[in-house]
Structures are given as structure tokens and as C-alpha cells.
């Protein structure tokens, strides 16, 4: 065995070794999310502020890492060719609202708000839910992280010829790059923070669910402006 197939080898072994720990850590992950989710409802214990706002910042922590999590799984079955989507026939007003939902503890952490302009005729659209839940949630992720406190996420609905098209739209523009389209390749993160966390897997998630789904992504930016993501997706 020459020392090239020996280290492929040895990448591969990481790689598995990567997807089995995300794997294992995921269960637990969710666990705490819904366990936090519970002590959130008011109706079973009030809370004062101060818990409250420990709390959401759990809540967020455990989102994040949750996140994190699913991208090392989803580029593990991208890389391994594993990935399959299964779609299923929904309301895609009524199912973006039911995700954006799930973000208004995070939001709250910066007093931020989403405002969706919905300009469908035809809400009826065949998705991989959890998938597209997924990409909806990573841009979502992105857009609150990069907006300053105090404001608004734009989410606008349109249709053109049998697509749906949705644009999500931050204030403020926190990343450079010669083709910002290069923002979906691997490993590439938005942040110009040296420190920062972020993975880079996000955004090349995002752009791969939505090429299997058949649609197609984009992104603009003004420095200092905004940045939006605008992604299609055909009716079936």
C-alpha cells in the first residue's frame, strides 16, 4: 500500500470516526432541547426574567451545537454519496411559519424580529420537510447572527412559473469576497472573525439541499448594508 492510499485511508477513518461521535452526540442534544423547551412553558412552572434569560441562553447554546451536529452528518453523507431526499406534498406558508416559530427564543436573545411577505397564489409545494426545514433553519441561523440587535429579518414569498421563491434578507453585510457565491463552497464561513466558530459547512448544506430538491441559490450583498439569500424550489 503506497503512502498516498494510506493516507486516504487514514482520512477516511477520521471522517467515519467524525460521523459516529455527531451521531452519538445527537440523541442526547435533542434531548436537552426538548427538556428546555418544557421548562419554557410558563403554563407548567412560571419563570422570572433572570431564569428566563438563562434559559434562552441555553436554548441557544444547545441550538447551535445541534446545528453544528447535523452539517458534520449531512457532509458526511454527501461525501459518502448516502443522501436521499423524500419528498412530501405541504402548505409551504404554513410550514415556513412553523419553523420560524421555532427560532423566536433565539431571536429574542437580540430582540429581533421576522416579517414574512407572502406573495403566493399557490402555496402547495412536494419537499423533503426535515431537508428543507434544515436549510430554512441554517440561513435563519446565519441572518440572526449577522443582524444587529433591534432588527428585522425580511422573508419574501414569491412564484415564477412552477417554482416558489423565497428571499431572506438581514441587515447589515459582515463578509467579503471576490464572487460571493463562493460563500456556499466547503468550509468557507461567513464570519471575518478569525475566532469565530463557525464551521463552513452551513451554507454548502443549504446549497446541496436545495440542488437535490431541483431549485437553485443565490446571494447578494451591500457592504453595510444587507445580505440576502434567495433560493427556488419547483412545485414537485
Not at 443565490?218 to 444587507?226: A, N, T
Request: proline residues 3%; charged residues 25%.
Amino acid at each position: 500500500m503506497n503512502n498516498t492510499q494510506k493516507e486516504k485511508n487514514k482520512t477516511q477513518d477520521k471522517e467515519s470516526l467524525l460521523a459516529m461521535v455527531s451521531h452519538d452526540l445527537k440523541n442526547p442534544v435533542s434531548s436537552g432541547l426538548m427538556a428546555l423547551k418544557l421548562l419554557q412553558d410558563t403554563k407548567l412552572s412560571p419563570l422570572n426574567n433572570y431564569q428566563t434569560e438563562i434559559l434562552s441562553s441555553l436554548m441557544f447554546g444547545l441550538k447551535y451545537m445541534q446545528n453544528l451536529i447535523e452539517n458534520v452528518l449531512d457532509r458526511y453523507k454527501l461525501d459518502n454519496k448516502v443522501y436521499y431526499i423524500h419528498k412530501v406534498p405541504v402548505n409551504f406558508v404554513i410550514f415556513l411559519n412553523s419553523t420560524i416559530d421555532e427560532f423566536k427564543y433565539l431571536l429574542a436573545d437580540k430582540n429581533q424580529t421576522v416579517k414574512v411577505v407572502n406573495g403566493l397564489k399557490n402555496t402547495t409545494i412536494e419537499i423533503d420537510i426535515l431537508e428543507i426545514t434544515r436549510a430554512i433553519n441554517n440561513l435563519l441561523s446565519n441572518s440572526a447572527k449577522y443582524s444587529p440587535a433591534n432588527s428585522e429579518i425580511l422573508i419574501k414569498l414569491s412564484e415564477k412559473s412552477n417554482n416558489i421563491c423565497m428571499s431572506i434578507e438581514n441587515k447589515g453585510c459582515n463578509f467579503k469576497l471576490e464572487n460571493p457565491n463562493e460563500i456556499f463552497d466547503k468550509f468557507v464561513s461567513m464570519s471575518c472573525d478569525s475566532k469565530s466558530l463557525a464551521s463552513g459547512l452551513g451554507l454548502y448544506i443549504v446549497k446541496e439541499i436545495i440542488t437535490a430538491h431541483g431549485g437553485k441559490i443565490s446571494v447578494e450583498s451591500e457592504p453595510g448594508e444587507f445580505t440576502r439569500f434567495s433560493f427556488t424550489l419547483p412545485r414537485k
